[in-house]
């Protein structure tokens, strides 16, 4: 019952600057969102949906920049 | 029992990578245009929490799909996973669950897309042609323009449907590739230039301290309709294209998007909104909100409206499709007349369940006019057969794992406890029994609250058992118990169609290695 991995890149493709793109933007917006929200009070959706979003980002960034170490070797 | 001569025509692999989420995508997708309203209107400043409640169980279910879809990629969905699992009954219990939600997916989504297309009717003819009204008999307010347009558009989608999955996906793939651009533009744009944080907080906290629990049960056990699209991703699995290797990257696409959306669309409703101002425009929500942003204001109206009409009329598509598909699987299955079983011989499309399980959503449609509110009347059927065939998917899943740990599985739910069983080892799914008891509590919910859903949803699953009983009994096969099935045989004839030949080795030495274990015997 093992899961399967995706087979590496052949190349780096207008979809992975899209999902790039992506993840830079949904870094921003859980940016502003923790900004505009902390200074005011500890408001639990905001806060969780701010975090989510940054962490998307991130998980987003992590797989492109695998991607990209895997096409160079 | 009848028996099959003449060789089957299948369906055709033309679904790719985007059309497989897409097709989940336009699905889901429109489901938040009116669930939004709904939710927030039950739920008031606590509807972030119902929709994360909601989606919580929602996030279960999309793994436990994944995991299915990608073991056996047929048409079929849930009702052929139930069927695996606990046998003919209840996959044919679980298809009527699911087959309710698809023909009201079609007939409300419909409803929706006409109601959207009728915003522009003021600046065509002067007026709203889509209150336009008669009355017949007792029924006092049919709004005659707007059904006759929900009719049409029915008739469209069939038109398309059985023309062929490329066209119809086709227009999923084109019309969520606009929808997710100008969903994203509300969401991203409403955080930038219009959220106020402490409105979302004064919100929350009034709902606490105020908001009566029933009520938020309510808004939660509604908000589950915002996340009805996967199983269009595992009814898609036999016409989608290496499908072990698609399914679970479209699938856990979709369900993070979806389950983002839907807690932002109201979390950022809240900090811009009031909770009245969405409960008293309960027909266009995301228009209000869009309205609300500063710039994009100008031209929400038009904005919300296209956006609302397009995606509104590919979710009902989706509707369309989904039947269609579960139908022909239930009757390749002995569940239902073989009669449905009918591939039109120059589409190599379902042609008989595309039309008549259109037609029963216009039905649904039809009837839901002689009501006050047509939206409001489908809508509230229409979680009870979400909840129910998700139920006994997640009995299914757990039953899988012993029954058949052979079958290569492309993705595996997170969290297992590995225990032996007969001998074998078993990976047991935590996460499975998280998500039947979450799914078990929401169809609880929507017993105790829903006055429609609960009354029409059971009848409509008893009036389903009596014609799978009445017809098993003509046909001379069991009631309760099961058609003889070699799933070892299609199992290996599945993996063949995908071309996934990889997973069917690996299945054909799990199973070499199973004879061997046992001498030979199977």
């Known amino acids: 019952m093992a899961s399967r991995k995706l087979l590496p890149p052949t190349q780096f493709t207008l979809g992975d600057k899209y999902r790039l793109m992506l993840a830079t933007l949904s870094i921003v917006l859980g940016s502003i969102i923790l900004a505009r929200t902390i200074p005011i009070a500890i408001s639990p959706p905001a806060i969780v949906l701010g975090l989510a979003f940054i962490g998307f980002g991130a998980y987003r960034w992590w797989l492109g920049l695998t991607r990209l170490k895997q096409l160079k070797s | 029992m009848e028996e099959h001569s003449e060789k089957k025509i299948e369906l055709r692999r033309d679904v790719t990578v985007w059309g497989s989420y897409t097709w989940g995508y336009a699905d889901v997708g429109a489901d938040i245009y009116a669930a939004l309203g709904l939710v927030i209107a039950a739920s008031q400043g606590l509807a972030p929490a119902a929709f994360a409640l909601a989606g919580t169980a929602y996030i279960m279910i999309g793994l436990a799909y994944t995991e299915l879809a990608s073991t056996y990629p047929v048409a079929g969905g849930g009702h052929y ?17 699911l087959l309710l939600d698809y023909t009201i997916d079609i007939a409300i989504f419909a409803v929706a897309s006409a109601g959207y297309v009728n915003f522009f009717s003021p600046y065509i003819f002067g007026m709203n042609i889509g209150d336009i009204s008669i009355a017949i008999g007792p029924f006092q307010d049919i709004k005659i323009v707007w059904l006759v347009e929900t009719l049409l558009l029915i008739a ?15 227009l999923n793939e084109v019309l969520g590739a606009i929808d997710l651009i100008l969903e994203s533009s509300v969401i991203f744009f409403g955080f930038v230039l219009a959220w106020n944080p402490q409105l979302l907080l004064d919100q929350w906290t009034h709902a606490i301290q105020t908001l009566p629990i029933d009520r938020f049960m309510y808004g939660s056990s509604l908000a589950i309709i915002s996340f009805v699209g996967l199983e269009s991703i595992s009814q898609a699995a036999q016409e989608t294209r290496r499908p072990a290797t698609v399914i679970p990257r479209t699938s856990l696409a979709l369900i993070f998007t979806v389950f983002i959306f839907a807690v932002s669309f109201s979390t950022v409703g809240l900090g811009i909104l009031s909770w009245e101002h969405f409960a008293e425009n309960l027909g266009d929500p995301v228009a209000q909100l869009a309205k609300a942003i500063p710039y994009l204001g100008i031209v929400a109206g038009p904005f919300a409206a296209i956006l609302g009409a ?5 979710s009902s598509n989706t509707g369309v499709m989904g039947s269609s598909r579960l139908v022909f699987s239930m009757s390749q299955l002995h569940l239902v007349t073989k009669w449905l079983d009918k591939i039109h011989p120059r589409f190599h499309t379902p042609v008989r369940t595309i039309v008549v399980f259109s037609l029963m959503g216009a039905t649904e449609a039809l009837l839901s006019f002689l009501t006050p509110s047509a939206l409001d009347t489908l809508g509230n059927m ?6 129910l065939g998700y139920t006994l998917v997640f009995v299914s899943l757990i039953v899988l794992r012993f029954k058949d740990p052979y079958s290569p599985r ?3 739910m997170p969290i297992n406890l590995k225990i032996k069983w007969r001998g074998r080892q078993v990976d047991f799914p935590v996460l499975g029994i998280l998500g039947m008891f979450g799914v078990s509590f929401i169809l609880f919910e929507v017993i105790l609250t829903h006055e429609i859903g609960r009354i029409a949803g059971p009848l409509w699953v008893i009036l389903c058992v009596i014609y799978y009983l009445v017809w098993r009994r003509r046909n001379a096969l ?7 099935h070699d799933w070892e045989q299609e199992q290996v004839q599945v993996l063949t169609s995908a071309e996934e030949f990889e997973l069917l080795e690996e299945y054909q030495d799990a199973l070499a290695r199973r004879d061997k274990e046992n001498n030979g015997k199977p």
């Open chain 2, 81 to 97: 996973f139930a069927l695996r699992g606990l046998g003919d009954f209840w996959g044919f219990v679980a298809g009527a669950a």
């Open chain 2, 156 to 170: 469209f989608l069939i038109v398309i449907n059985i023309r062929g999955v490329r066209e119809s996906s086709l």
């Open chain 2, 310 to 314: 397009t995606i509104l009329l590919t």
């Open chain 2, 382 to 387: 229409y979680a009870f057969g979400a909840t």
């Open chain 2, 410 to 412: 492309p993705y595996i």
């Open chain 2, 478 to 484: 069991p009631l309760f118990g099961n058609v003889h």
